[in-house]
């Protein structure tokens, strides 16, 4: 039997859980999400361990979920000074990066940046030459100022990123070889603000990410998980580990794709609403073929503007540990939480504060703690709580719907036992087995995907003969990195007619799933 | 003569930016677009020379030359490749050598979007001051639909400038010429250009200007900001401020669009809440919000503005990000006053945008809904 390890790194709590060969859930553990990060991982993983009794050789996957590259940003930790070159002269001289950046990061990453020629027209025609001397000395400035990483962008390099493989090469030989470097055309789309903006904050993380990583994998290493390391990324797939060293970034949103797609799972429903509860705050989103529907607004990280792609989730603040407080005939439950104290300080538990999870128990919701400590909460609070509960949940499920049909609706996380088995606008209520450590389950059933994106010549082939070659090729790229060519499939194809050019140029964007090969 | 004697000199300062882009997203009637890259614009070339003057129309002496710039282009393009800094001074030079004379000042064509904050940009590059008027008072769909077409002003001569330095100035019969030339110059010069058209005296400007936009949109960003820092809601400050109505309180639950057309054209579908429910609402919109319908029957029609508004923080919504779940507030605000003539109904009334009902202002439709 071979087994496959999830863990998930959360603000309160690290979940692990080991999945059988037919995924099913063998054993799971929740642990205190530590300082270090690793000490938590290592409770946890130790938990799982011990509980299933399995040799951790027979776990031939590990998938990890964590918000360490996210967090690094929010609280301006570990941050690399980070130098920045846009091939763009003689456009964008008008608008230099950082602009409208929140100051308090400004000091961690300095203010390096030099505008060069370079960059293309919107049909792939150079705006300008790129010049090697002017870009040797740009680097060179560069390297006086001492920065760390190095932040590559240029206009349409989605399109054609010549340009910035220059730079790359150049810096190599002013930076010398291994010197962090990240290119824009890796890491966003069309928008070049956002783009640069995501592509700083990438080379910012870079280091801080990388040991992290690795010290994550000597965690699993000292327990005899000596199974590959993946991490999850913002769409749910897979990156190696060493991949995911030089595009931290792309984990921002792994933490609520891991909650939907837990979701899905142990739900086996593709289309819902995903209500997560946490000890503070409720997130809701929803699933489209079995994948988070995304925002189509521009995401700010630690108050800085990409445009990443992130699930489409509204948060408001309720959770189990949320306080309960009258306000003259009105009940209001939140935003106030006592947080990862609910086991110390909820009355159940023996505590001072009225909590959500304590009318949760009264309302015979749910059977926890010590029912006896709070038979003197009035009946007529209980109800009007309760009913404050359903009703904040029932308003932003209502405002995540596209249309006025039901839907059903997946609660998962701890706190869901706050929520009753009736919900207006939901066509069911689920309630899945497991629900409590859906991000770790959603980080162990990931996928794993290779993509294609190049700009092509329709008319000498045609435009049939052309996609068959693109998806060929993704699907290619997705077993390369690992996936299992019978589950193979096309899940995102995008044509992009670059119009104007008299060569029918057509840019794809081609993206293939599947899931891991087995054992 | 010193027209601005005995005036307060008034100054636009980089914190007015984000104000007014919201305000003027408020009288941009759901239209304009996303005024992200035109905020950053202003902003940086006002970090780089400094504040901007604001002046009155009445400071314009009737003689001196006014020119409206704007940028025009794919929004997409736009995002990515951004200005170089010297287009405004580039388009002002050509366009001052075909009149002989010098510009005295720029101001905005429309309210809303992009274009409500690269005149201020334009004002800062150059030094010169930013006129408070604008041409609609609000946003519409086409380059024609401006007061300025009702006192015979043309679009032409334009010029379009792009990042390279080139500039092209466009002299053409009528203003659909403009259109089709200037579409396809800014085609060539990379789906982007900065434009100047529209230039008329100051006399003119005085007769068919909508006075006080720029002010009033900055007015109504900074009850909207404030409100959200009180947790208020900015909503009847902002009526107040506009003589404007509260039409409606609602849950969006449908929009249709249609893209087709080149415009999107679509409508919206409202249920009421609290003192609305039990009541429906419909928005058309192209582009922009045309008509809304309560219960069936018009209580708002262009060229009054109708602009959707974030029922908790009073937020401007455009057409193009509605969608359903979303509480809002419908306000309704008279337009300017000259759009209200018969030359300015036939170019912006209902029945322009295929609509088989007379104009009523919104003053009219609401006394009819009291009694």
Redesign the interface.
């Known amino acids: 039997m071979t087994y496959r390890l999830g863990i998930d790194v959360g603000g309160t709590n690290t979940d692990a859980v080991i999945l059988d060969i037919n995924d099913r859930v063998v054993s799971k553990s929740k642990r205190p999400t530590s300082e270090d990060v690793s000490s938590g991982i290592r409770e946890a993983v130790e938990a799982v361990l011990d509980e299933s009794a399995i040799d951790p050789h027979s776990i031939v996957h590990s998938m990890l979920g964590t918000t360490h590259a996210t967090n690094a940003i929010v609280e301006r930790r570990g941050l690399s000074k980070v130098g920045v070159i846009r091939l ?1 002269a ?7 990066p950082f ?2 950046w929140p100051k308090d990061i400004i000091p961690h990453l300095g203010r390096h940046f030099q505008l060069v020629k370079g ?1 293309y ?2 049909n792939g025609v150079p ?1 300008s030459l790129p010049d090697r001397d002017e870009i040797r000395s740009a680097l060179e400035t560069l390297h006086e100022e001492q920065i760390q990483a190095l932040a590559v962008s240029c ?2 390099s989605p399109v054609n990123n010549d340009h910035e493989l220059l730079v790359r090469e150049i810096a190599e030989e002013i930076f010398g070889k291994g010197f962090p470097v990240s290119l824009s055309s890796e890491i966003g789309s ?4 956002e783009r640069e903006n995501a592509t700083i904050l990438n080379a910012a993380i870079l280091k801080i990410a990388s040991s992290a990583y690795g010290s994550f994998q000597n965690v699993l290493r000292a327990h005899g998980v000596t199974a590959n390391l993946f991490i999850t990324q913002n769409d749910g797939t897979l990156m190696s580990v060493d991949y995911a060293r030089l595009y931290p970034v792309f984990t921002i949103a792994s933490g609520p794709t891991n909650s939907l797609r837990g979701a899905a799972f142990l739900s086996g429903l593709t289309d819902a609403i995903v209500v997560d509860v946490g000890g503070t705050t409720t997130d809701v989103g929803i699933l489209k073929n079995g994948f988070p529907r995304e925002s189509s ?2 995401v700010e990280i630690g108050g800085v503007r990409t445009n990443f792609r992130m699930p489409d989730l509204i948060s408001i603040g309720l959770g189990g540990g949320s306080l309960v407080y009258t306000d003259g005939e009105e009940v209001q439950v939140g935003p106030e939480s006592v947080g990862y104290r609910i086991t110390k300080d909820a009355l159940v538990f023996g505590g001072k504060t009225r909590t959500a999870t304590d009318i949760a128990v009264a309302a015979g919701m749910a059977d926890l703690g010590d029912p006896g400590r709070i038979k003197d909460l009035e009946r007529g609070l209980v109800d009007k709580a309760s009913s404050r509960i359903r009703e904040m949940v029932e308003v932003v499920i ?7 049909e039901d839907m059903p609706v997946i609660t998962v996380g701890g706190g869901s036992i706050l929520l009753p088995d009736r919900l207006k606008g939901a066509s069911e209520v689920i309630k899945p087995e497991n629900l409590e450590v859906a991000n770790a389950i959603g980080a162990a059933i990931s996928q794993i995907s290779g993509s294609i994106d190049g700009v092509f010549d329709v008319a000498a082939k045609g435009r049939d003969a052309v996609i068959a070659e693109v998806k060929e090729a993704a699907l290619g790229e997705a077993i390369k990195a690992g996936a299992d060519a019978q589950t193979v499939e096309i899940v995102d194809l995008e044509e992009i007619p670059l119009a ?1 050019l008299p060569s029918n140029a057509v840019r794809f964007r081609v993206k293939a799933v599947g899931k891991l090969k087995k054992g | 003569m010193d027209e601005s004697r005995g005036r307060a000199m008034r100054f636009l300062k980089i914190d007015d930016i984000d104000q007014l882009a919201i305000g003027a997203a408020v009288l941009g009637s759901g239209g304009g677009g996303d005024p992200y890259l035109g905020r950053l614009m202003a902003k940086e070339a006002m970090i780089e020379k400094g504040d901007v003057r604001l002046i009155d129309v009445d400071e314009v002496p009737d003689e001196e030359l006014v020119i409206p710039s704007a940028m025009m282009g794919a929004p997409a393009v736009m995002l990515e490749k951004l200005p170089n800094g010297n287009e405004p001074q580039a388009a002002f030079k050509a366009v001052e050598s075909f009149f002989g004379k010098k510009a005295f000042a720029t101001m905005s064509i429309e309210a809303g979007g992009i274009n409500s904050c690269i005149p201020v940009y334009t004002a800062a590059r150059l030094g010169l001051p930013l006129v408070d008027v604008d041409g609609m008072g609000r946003a519409f769909p086409e380059i024609p639909m401006v007061t300025f077409s009702l006192g015979g002003v043309k679009a032409s001569p334009m010029v379009c400038c792009d990042e390279k330095g080139n500039k092209v100035i466009l002299e053409t019969i009528n203003n659909a010429w403009i259109e089709t030339l200037s579409r396809t110059v800014t085609v060539a010069m990379g789906l982007s250009s900065m434009i100047g058209l529209y230039v008329m005296d100051g006399k003119t400007l005085k007769k068919y200007g909508v006075r006080g936009t720029i002010s009033l949109a900055i007015e109504i960003g900074r009850r909207i900001l404030s409100a959200n820092r009180q947790k208020e809601s900015p909503v009847d400050s902002i009526l107040e401020l506009t003589k404007g109505y509260s039409l409606f309180e609602g849950k969006v639950t449908d929009v249709q669009r249609d893209l087709t057309t080149g415009f999107v054209r679509g409508n919206a579908l409202f249920e009421g809440i609290d003192r609305y429910r039990g009541t429906g609402f419909r928005l058309d919109f192209q582009n922009e919000n045309l008509v809304g319908l309560l219960d069936g029957k018009p209580c708002a029609m262009v060229p009054d503005l109708i602009t959707v508004l974030d029922r908790e923080t009073g937020s401007p919504i455009t057409t193009e990000h509605l969608r359903y779940g979303q509480r809002v507030v419908i306000i309704g605000m008279p337009c300017a006053p000259i759009w209200r003539s018969e030359a300015g109904l036939k170019q912006v009334g209902p029945r322009y945008f295929k609509y088989d009902i007379d104009y009523e202002p919104i003053e009219t439709l609401m006394e009819r809904r009291r009694v």
């Open positions: 763009c003689p456009s964008g001289l008008g608008i230099p602009l409208e960059g027209e919107y705006i206009v349409f069309i928008g070049i603000l607004t521009a209502d405002r995540m719907k596209t249309t006025s104007y």
